[in-house]
């Protein structure tokens, strides 16, 4: 009986102390709510996987064997703070008095739901994108400029000798990573962020087998703004994707070279907020580099950019004035 009541003073420390903003990024609020949206999932899943087990229909009522060491919220509790902060599984197990493969479990069991909740879409409550298809669809309807731009994280090294293991060597790098694509909206929020690929992979080429040529056919009144790494599709798509205006070329007046450097500028200007973006989910340690198995790095990747649009969305929309140079008056004739 003292060592149970231990058990509950330590696991009732070790919630506290994690769930803190510090450790697992969240306000306590969207932790709650967060817990609240995977019960019924882990629930299901659980009986979908004792049902597999047994071959049949429990022989017993719910609730009967051993209870879980750790309990459904200090599941979700442990697996968020090592998405944050990519901490040990040990360290999570010695600050909750268990073994270092309950953790693990627990983590396993944990990031997949969280990888399939899509991304939280601006001032709609209880929408979420999954799909690139449902991003354009989105854009489309509610006359929303994308922005896009790709990143790299660093990821171990294959052993030597294994096949395809040139493949995740980043030729802007000159490391192993593995590369992503972000999607936000003019206001910096994130609205999807995918295809994982290879680092040795152009951001273009990432892209275009995710299928966003097929997407900018059927959606003509979708625009988005890109940097000089999706410069073939602003080619072929040229009234919808929108790159840096092309340098002039040498011994031009000084007049076009300024208004090429101030074009150039503007458009920076208005696809900077992709880049602060990609900011918000690097603040997430296994974004920065990550220390596990590559295979995972889809799923954990999905995971962090789901809990980062969650709190993107709920920023209000911000209205930028024009910049554009217009006459003061209209001379005289």
């Given at each position: 009986?003292?060592?149970?009541?231990?058990?509950?003073?330590?696991?009732?420390?070790?919630?506290?102390?994690?769930?803190?903003?510090?450790?697992?990024?969240?306000?306590?609020?969207?932790?709650?709510?967060?817990?609240?949206?995977?019960?019924?999932?882990?629930?299901?899943?659980?009986?979908?996987?004792?049902?597999?087990?047994?071959?049949?229909?429990?022989?017993?009522?719910?609730?009967?064997?051993?209870?879980?060491?750790?309990?459904?919220?200090?599941?979700?509790?442990?697996?968020?703070?090592?998405?944050?902060?990519?901490?040990?599984?040990?360290?999570?197990?010695?600050?909750?008095?268990?073994?270092?493969?309950?953790?693990?479990?627990?983590?396993?069991?944990?990031?997949?739901?969280?990888?399939?909740?899509?991304?939280?879409?601006?001032?709609?409550?209880?929408?979420?994108?999954?799909?690139?298809?449902?991003?354009?669809?989105?854009?489309?309807?509610?006359?929303?400029?994308?922005?896009?731009?790709?990143?790299?994280?660093?990821?171990?090294?294959?052993?030597?000798?294994?096949?395809?293991?040139?493949?995740?060597?980043?030729?802007?790098?000159?490391?192993?990573?593995?590369?992503?694509?972000?999607?936000?909206?003019?206001?910096?929020?994130?609205?999807?962020?995918?295809?994982?690929?290879?680092?040795?992979?152009?951001?273009?080429?990432?892209?275009?087998?995710?299928?966003?040529?097929?997407?900018?056919?059927?959606?003509?009144?979708?625009?988005?703004?890109?940097?000089?790494?999706?410069?073939?599709?602003?080619?072929?798509?040229?009234?919808?994707?929108?790159?840096?205006?092309?340098?002039?070329?040498?011994?031009?007046?000084?007049?076009?070279?300024?208004?090429?450097?101030?074009?150039?500028?503007?458009?920076?200007?208005?696809?900077?907020?992709?880049?602060?973006?990609?900011?918000?989910?690097?603040?997430?340690r296994p974004l920065q580099r990550y220390l596990?198995?590559?295979?995972?790095?889809?799923?954990?990747?999905?995971?962090?950019?789901?809990?980062?649009?969650?709190?993107?969305?709920?920023?209000?929309?911000?209205?930028?004035?024009?910049?554009?140079?217009?006459?003061?008056?209209?001379?005289?004739?």
């Open positions: 009986m003292a060592a149970r009541v231990g058990d509950v003073v330590t696991h009732y420390r070790a919630r506290a102390a994690l769930s803190h903003p510090a450790f697992c990024g969240l306000e306590r609020a969207h932790l709650v709510v967060l817990i609240q949206e995977l019960a019924d999932p882990w629930l299901g899943r659980c009986e979908s996987e004792l049902r597999e087990r047994r071959g049949g229909e429990r022989k017993r009522a719910a609730g009967a064997g051993p209870d879980h060491k750790l309990v459904f919220t200090d599941r979700v509790l442990v697996t968020v703070v090592h998405l944050r902060l990519q901490l040990p599984h040990a360290a999570l197990a010695e600050l909750y008095g268990v073994s270092r493969p309950t953790v693990t479990r627990a983590i396993h069991e944990i990031r997949p739901l969280l990888a399939v909740r899509g991304f939280a879409v601006p001032d709609r409550p209880g929408i979420r994108l999954r799909t690139l298809a449902d991003v354009f669809a989105y854009a489309k309807a509610e006359g929303v400029e994308l922005r896009i731009d790709g990143t790299e994280t660093q990821v171990r090294r294959p052993p030597a000798g294994r096949p395809g293991r040139k493949a995740f060597v980043s030729g802007k790098k000159k490391q192993n990573t593995a590369k992503t694509t972000t999607i936000s909206d003019g206001s910096g929020r994130l609205l999807w962020s995918g295809a994982d690929r290879p680092g040795r992979m152009h951001d273009q080429t990432a892209m275009r087998t995710e299928g966003i040529a097929e997407q900018l056919c059927l959606y003509p009144q979708v625009k988005a703004k890109v940097d000089e790494g999706y410069r073939g599709l602003a080619n072929d798509f040229p009234n919808q994707v929108q790159a840096p205006p092309r340098k002039p070329k040498d011994k031009v007046p000084l007049g076009e070279n300024y208004a090429w450097r101030e074009a150039r500028r503007r458009q920076s200007s208005a696809r900077i907020c992709v880049e602060h973006t990609i900011g918000e989910e690097k603040k997430w596990g198995r590559r295979d995972s790095y889809a799923e954990t990747h999905a995971a962090i950019a789901g809990l980062v649009s969650d709190r993107a969305a709920r920023r209000p929309t911000r209205r930028h004035t024009s910049t554009e140079l217009v006459p003061a008056w209209k001379a005289a004739c």
